[in-house]
Structures are given as structure tokens and as C-alpha cells.
């Protein structure tokens, strides 16, 4: 085991949410704290500094961070067969008064180096002295969301069933991945635990950002593929919240991608398919537009473009472009924008965690007596599967 000093900071108390909190704020402090939420709220992040309740977590976080990604050795990336998600712990870095453990390492940095990420922008947006940023959104899940201050990375805290289906499935989704390198699938780098002996276990995941970079980003959407509470009042909650619309919302509108339509509807469907022979219901597919640039217009389709995007495939791969790949924008994150003829879109698939188990068939026979002859989320992963793909061909052009 790698060990390293580190002073933990100050007293934590766990709470019922399983988060840290800094000692109790004086009422000044708590009123300074309050005006600063209120103003990073305004634009649905908010700086996650000292006087912040998950201060001390992320702070955990980052150090552990900076180890894990210190410790990473570049291997194959290749999983064990029949290896437990337990098996795939990569090391276990003790702290004073903490430990971190990061799992399948080797594999998550293969999917880094797969999306152009290297180690030294790894460190420099998780490690760097700027603090994290929370991400407050008018989503349903209970768990914490946080960026990176760059904004590219998320850290999203998972429960120990969602870790372990995602461990247990990690060689099916590198192999969908090296399939299909185009895939819309959010792309997983790392998946971690902090412990605090006798108070705290958590686990977080780290994903790339599908809106990345943001600047020019104001409407976001999420879509499921049916109606049934799929609906967001853009109006509630003023600006408190970065609102992230829904199917309904969507009504009367198109994904305009001209000569790139046949490939998205295609790769969603290879996606969606990937999804159903892992039994997973409930995914989104997150979009946002931006208008085009002119030079981004009239550089999306050069020569020189073409040549720099493929030969990232590899040697193997850069020799054609198949009908798996398309021709990628020059720029980061390229594997979650597709370029129409006027406007970039921001798309990925995310929620890949939910199993159609005997939970989800209790819901699903309770929503039919409740709905009936109604669309809602809670069906068969083949159902689920098909409608998520004919709402991608109903608004496509």
C-alpha cells in the first residue's frame, strides 16, 4: 500500500445525508456564506470554499485525487474474467485521517487516453488550487454533483449498488466503446472511495462533461423518450436553479444535423441496444445547442480537420472513416458535440445505473393501473429501448 501524510483539517461530524460539515459558522460567517450561495446560484453552481458544508470533502477528494492519479500505472487496460468488483481495486492510499481507494485504475485511464484526455490536464483541472464548484439543478437525484472549476469534469456520488453494477460491467462498456469510438455514451474516468474510519464510507465517480465548454450554452435539455412527468416549468425558481428542461418541453422543435443525421440515429440506436443487453431502463440523453461561428463553419468539414481527428483513432482505425465514426469537431469534448449545418449540439447518454430488477416491475405494474395508455419511464428495457430511439428519429432532420 502507497502511504501518505496528510493533515485531515478540522473536526467532522457525519450527518443523516452521509455528508461533512465544518464546525457550526459564527452568524456573520453565516450570512456571508449565504450571500455567496445565493449569488453562484444565480448561474447554478456555487464555489465550494471554506465556508462551504462539503469544504472538507472535496478537499478530500482533490488530495485524493492527486494520488490516485499519481499512483495510475499505464497498462493494458484489460479486466480479469470472472473478477469481483473488489477485485478490480487498483490501490488504497491512506491519509491522516482518511483513506482513499480508486478502482480499475488501469482501465479508466485507458478511457481517458480514448478521449484525448492526458494526465497532465487530469491533474491540472482536479488538483489545482481553485476549489470545486457544486452543481445545483432541478433533478430528482439525491446525490451530490461537483465540478471541477473548469467546469469539464463532474464528480457525482454514487451508491455502493451502483458502483458495483458499473465494475461488474466495465469490460462489456470498454468493449462497446472500442466498437463504437464515437459512442454517445458518457465516458467514465474513475471511480473512487473515500473512508473516514468510524464515521464515513462514499463513493464518487468521476465523468467528462457533456456541456463542455458551456459559455455560449442556455437551454439544456433532458430526454427520455416519453411524457409522463416530463415536464419543467422554466419559470419555477426564478434564476435559483440552472434549469434542465424535459421530453415535454421539447414539443414542436427539431435536432437539425443534416448529413450527420443517419449516424446519430444510428449510434443511439447501437447504444440503446447496448443498454437493453445490460437490463438498464431510465437513461437520458442530455442535449443543448449553440449557434455556429463563422469559422467554425468554415472549418468543420477541411481536409486538414479530417486528417487530424482520424489519425487519433490509431493506426488500425485512421485508415477509413466506417460507418461507426464520424468526423469529429477540432476542439475538447469533441466526442460529445455533433455539428449540423448551423448549430453545435451537446449530446450524451447518461443514468446508466438503473436495472430493471423487481423494484422497477412493482413500479412498472403500479404506473399501469395509475397511467393507463400513458408513456412513462418505468417499462422493459426492450420498450424502453425502442420508444428512447423512435423519439430520436420522430425529431431529427
Same mark, same amino acid.
Given at each position: 500500500?502507497?502511504r ?38 444565480m448561474?447554478?453552481v456555487?464555489?465550494?470554499?471554506q ?5 472538507h470533502?472535496?478537499?478530500?477528494m482533490? %488530495? ?9 500505472t ?6 480479469p474474467?470472472n ?13 491522516? *485521517? ?20 492526458? *494526465?497532465?490536464? @487530469?491533474?491540472?483541472? #482536479?488538483?489545482?488550487?481553485?476549489? @470545486? ?24 456520488t ?21 466498437? @463504437?469510438?464515437?459512442?454517445l455514451?458518457?465516458?467514465?474516468? *474513475? ?12 463513493? #464518487? ?21 416519453? %411524457? ?6 422554466p419559470?419555477?425558481g ?19 444535423? *443534416?448529413?450527420?443525421?443517419?449516424w446519430f ?10 443498454l ?29 480537420n ?10 488500425s ?13 477540432d ?22 445505473f ?14 399501469c ?18 420508444r ?10
Amino acid at each position: 500500500l502507497l502511504r501518505v501524510s496528510l493533515a485531515a483539517g478540522p473536526a467532522l461530524r457525519r450527518d443523516n445525508q452521509w455528508s461533512l460539515r465544518p464546525a457550526v459558522l459564527a452568524p456573520a460567517s453565516r450570512r456571508r456564506w449565504w450571500h455567496l450561495r445565493q449569488r453562484w446560484r444565480m448561474v447554478g453552481v456555487f464555489e465550494v470554499n471554506q465556508e462551504h458544508e462539503f469544504y472538507h470533502l472535496t478537499c478530500m477528494m482533490k %488530495e485524493g485525487m492527486r494520488a490516485a492519479i499519481q499512483a495510475t500505472t499505464e497498462t493494458s487496460g484489460q479486466i480479469p474474467s470472472n473478477c469481483s468488483y473488489l477485485d478490480l481495486m487498483h490501490s488504497h492510499v491512506h491519509f491522516v *485521517g482518511f483513506e482513499m481507494l480508486t478502482f480499475a485504475a488501469s482501465a479508466f485511464a485507458k478511457v481517458r487516453r480514448s478521449v484525448d484526455v492526458t *494526465g497532465e490536464e @487530469y491533474v491540472s483541472s #482536479f488538483c489545482s488550487e481553485d476549489c @470545486y464548484l457544486q452543481f445545483v439543478s432541478n433533478s430528482k437525484s439525491k446525490a451530490d454533483f461537483f465540478i471541477t472549476n473548469d467546469k469539464r469534469f463532474f464528480l457525482k456520488t454514487q451508491s455502493k449498488r451502483e458502483v458495483r453494477f458499473l465494475l461488474s460491467n466495465l469490460q462489456a462498456y470498454m468493449d462497446h466503446l472500442e466498437k @463504437y469510438p464515437h459512442s454517445l455514451l458518457v465516458r467514465f474516468l *474513475g471511480v473512487h472511495r473515500i473512508v473516514i474510519p468510524n464515521q464515513m464510507k462514499k463513493y #464518487f465517480i468521476v465523468m467528462q462533461s457533456v456541456f463542455y465548454p458551456d459559455d455560449r450554452i442556455d437551454i439544456r435539455y433532458d430526454i427520455k423518450g416519453c %411524457e409522463v412527468g416530463r415536464w419543467t416549468d422554466p419559470d419555477e425558481g426564478g434564476k435559483q436553479t440552472l434549469k434542465v428542461l424535459k421530453d415535454n418541453n421539447f414539443k414542436g422543435q427539431s435536432i437539425a444535423l *443534416g448529413q450527420e443525421e443517419s449516424w446519430f440515429a444510428g449510434q443511439v440506436k447501437a447504444d440503446a441496444a447496448f443498454l437493453q443487453g445490460i437490463r438498464v431502463l431510465d437513461y437520458s440523453l442530455l442535449l443543448a445547442l449553440q449557434p455556429l461561428h463563422a469559422d467554425e463553419l468554415e472549418g468543420k468539414h477541411s481536409f486538414a480537420n479530417l486528417v487530424v481527428r482520424t489519425t487519433n483513432l490509431g493506426p488500425s482505425k485512421s485508415l477509413s472513416i466506417k460507418h461507426h465514426r464520424r468526423l469529429l469537431p477540432d476542439c475538447k469534448n469533441a466526442i460529445h458535440m455533433v455539428d449540423g449545418p448551423d448549430h453545435r449540439y451537446f449530446v450524451g447518454i447518461i443514468d446508466i445505473f438503473t436495472v430493471y430488477g423487481w423494484k422497477k416491475r412493482l413500479e412498472h405494474a403500479w404506473k399501469c393501473v395509475r397511467y393507463p395508455g400513458r408513456a412513462f419511464s418505468t417499462v422493459r428495457p426492450a420498450k424502453y429501448s425502442h420508444r428512447f430511439c423512435q423519439w430520436i428519429q420522430d425529431h431529427c432532420q
